[in-house]
């Protein structure tokens, strides 16, 4: 259980982040609901967890932004004293072939995928040492792991993210605070809802199990991780994908 912990979980109106949010007020956690620009989402959010007797806040920041990611830290420190679990969930495809990709789509992908999380850690981590004890844990992608064609702003993006992971698990490891990234597959989300269905028949077939994953499938997981059980786990990439990594 989580009971007294404070996790702070960045995109989680909708999709993955949404789903992580609610499993860990369920499990006890007080969850603050970063959202960008899905207000109303993020408001939904926190009204099922305060409705199921849990306890959680909506926060709006945009994470690329390193000064508004220091603001809204010190926000939610000033307001809870702590954090004990940052999930860096926060993500964005601009997908195209690298002979047609834009200098805008590659810097925006990298900015919200790579430097929010940067950005959520560093200014997170006085406070991370200072507890000595915490958990962080950042959602990255299979296509970080093997690439994907069309999508090397997102897979640099993911991979950088991994390396982000290890470094920082380096750093916290004697300090008591473990950093992990979860490696989703192909999970039904907004993000993927708009591929055709030939593409998605496509992917499908190279997942061993043969079906997407859900949000739940991610959600589990990073109940895990942020758990006591997970206590001598850091610096590692958990592959959530039907087999996809193999
Ligand atoms: P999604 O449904 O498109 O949701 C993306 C979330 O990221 C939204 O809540 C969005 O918030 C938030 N976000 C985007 N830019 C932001 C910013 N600058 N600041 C704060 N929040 C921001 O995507 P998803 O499928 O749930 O993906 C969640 C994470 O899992 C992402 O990191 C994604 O790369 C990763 N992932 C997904 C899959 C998949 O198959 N779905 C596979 C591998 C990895 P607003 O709506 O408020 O802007």
Excluded: W
Aim: aromatic share 4%; proline share 1%; net charge neutral.
């Amino acid at each position: 259980m989580l009971t007294g912990k404070v996790a702070l979980v960045t995109g989680a109106g909708r999709g993955i982040g949404r789903e992580i949010a609610l499993t860990l007020a369920a499990n006890g956690a007080t969850v603050i609901v970063n959202y960008n620009g899905s207000k109303e989402c993020a408001e939904a959010v926190v009204a099922e967890i305060v409705q199921r007797g849990g306890s959680a806040e909506a926060i709006q920041c945009n994470v690329s932004d390193f000064t508004a990611s220091e603001m809204f830290v010190k926000e939610v420190l000033d307001k809870y004293k702590k954090v004990d679990i940052l999930v860096n969930n926060a993500g964005v495809t601009r997908d195209n072939l690298i002979m047609r990709m834009t200098e805008a789509d590659y810097d925006a992908v990298l900015d919200t995928n790579l430097k929010g999380a940067f950005n959520m850690i560093r200014h997170l981590s006085r406070c991370f040492i200072k507890q000595r004890n915490g958990k962080i844990i950042n959602i990255s992608s299979v296509s970080g792991v093997l690439g994907n064609a069309g999508q090397a702003n997102y897979s640099a993006s993911k991979a950088g993210l991994i390396g982000l992971t290890k470094s920082v698990a380096r750093e916290f490891a004697s300090r008591g605070v473990n950093v992990n990234a979860v490696a989703p597959g192909f999970i039904d989300t907004d993000m993927t809802k708009n591929m055709t269905d030939d593409a998605k028949k496509t992917l499908s077939s190279m997942i061993p199990m043969g079906r997407m994953g859900s949000t739940k499938n991610i959600a589990d997981l990073v109940l895990f991780l942020a758990g006591e059980h997970a206590e001598y786990i850091t610096g590692q990439v958990i592959c959530v994908d039907g087999g996809m990594c193999i």
